[in-house]
């Protein structure tokens, strides 16, 4: 996966040279925010359900005539994981909201008419952790001494672990549509998929975890504007 998110790397700069040699560019900058909805890919598996959050930032985008383009963005970002308690989820609760500052470098490719065009984005992100944050309604960092907790059947390290890999790194794919307002001006709906190759916690053979990854789905709403 690495070397996938490597390749994918060196495609873009190609792609980006290639470009510039042969079409005239069209540049555009703006902004965007929206909804995340996040968890994580533990092993041993942790019993989870989404964790909602949000994301907002701002967007550079480069296109040409040929239907391609690349993106670039700065976001903020909200991901992290809910506990998933099951029968006993009237009882307790706890989720743990880790933010980025996160990264991508995206392939952009559209179709359609001047007013509106469909669009395909995919390509490596990079993210680094901000902050984490942890809500619960017991005391997760001595669960012995927590009345009818359910330990035996359920991996419960996570609740207490410290993120010890602050540096992310994974892939996007997303899909939307874009209406154009006056030539230069337009909005756009898309809805992203991340899925992260990089592990929160130290994954070694002696370590708790041997996946910790992070991944999630977004929505959001931007505004461009070209200023080439």
């Given at each position: 996966?690495?070397?996938?998110?490597?390749?994918?790397?060196?495609?873009?700069?190609?792609?980006?040279?290639?470009?510039?040699?042969?079409?005239?560019?069209?540049?555009?900058?703006?902004?965007?925010?929206?909804?995340?909805?996040?968890?994580?890919?533990?092993?041993?598996?942790?019993?989870?359900?989404?964790?909602?959050?949000?994301?907002?930032?701002?967007?550079?985008?480069?296109?040409?005539?040929?239907?391609?383009?690349?993106?670039?963005?700065?976001?903020?970002?909200?991901?992290?994981?809910?506990?998933?308690?099951?029968?006993?989820?009237?009882?307790?609760?706890?989720?743990?909201?880790?933010?980025?500052?996160?990264?991508?470098?995206?392939?952009?490719?559209?179709?359609?008419?001047?007013?509106?065009?469909?669009?395909?984005?995919?390509?490596?992100?990079?993210?680094?952790?901000?902050?984490?944050?942890?809500?619960?309604?017991?005391?997760?960092?001595?669960?012995?001494?927590?009345?009818?907790?359910?330990?035996?059947?359920?991996?419960?390290?996570?609740?207490n672990m410290e993120v010890e890999n602050k540096f992310d790194?994974?892939?996007?794919?997303?899909?939307?549509?874009?209406?154009?307002v006056k030539q230069k001006h337009s909005f756009m709906l898309?809805?992203?998929?991340?899925?992260?190759?990089?592990?929160?916690?130290?994954?070694?053979?002696?370590?708790?975890?041997?996946?910790?990854?992070?991944?999630?789905?977004?929505?959001?709403?931007?505004?461009?504007?070209?200023?080439?």
């Amino acid at each position: 996966m690495k070397k996938l998110l490597l390749s994918l790397t060196a495609l873009l700069l190609t792609l980006t040279a290639m470009a510039q040699r042969q079409y005239s560019p069209n540049f555009a900058i703006g902004g965007k925010a929206g909804a995340t909805m996040s968890r994580m890919s533990f092993s041993p598996e942790v019993k989870q359900q989404f964790l909602n959050g949000y994301m907002i930032g701002v967007t550079a985008r480069y296109t040409e005539e040929n239907h391609f383009g690349l993106i670039g963005e700065i976001n903020l970002q909200q991901r992290g994981w809910k506990e998933d308690f099951e029968e006993n989820s009237d009882k307790f609760n706890y989720s743990r909201t880790l933010t980025y500052v996160q990264v991508p470098l995206l392939t952009h490719i559209y179709f359609g008419s001047r007013k509106f065009k469909g669009f395909f984005n995919l390509g490596p992100e990079f993210s680094y952790l901000l902050s984490s944050s942890t809500k619960a309604n017991f005391d997760y960092t001595d669960i012995k001494s927590v009345p009818d907790f359910p330990q035996g059947y359920r991996t419960n390290d996570q609740l207490n672990m410290e993120v010890e890999n602050k540096f992310d790194y994974g892939i996007s794919a997303g899909a939307g549509i874009e209406f154009i307002v006056k030539q230069k001006h337009s909005f756009m709906l898309e809805g992203r998929f991340y899925y992260g190759l990089g592990n929160i916690f130290h994954a070694a053979k002696k370590d708790v975890f041997s996946a910790s990854r992070g991944m999630s789905i977004e929505i959001t709403l931007g505004y461009m504007i070209r200023v080439r």
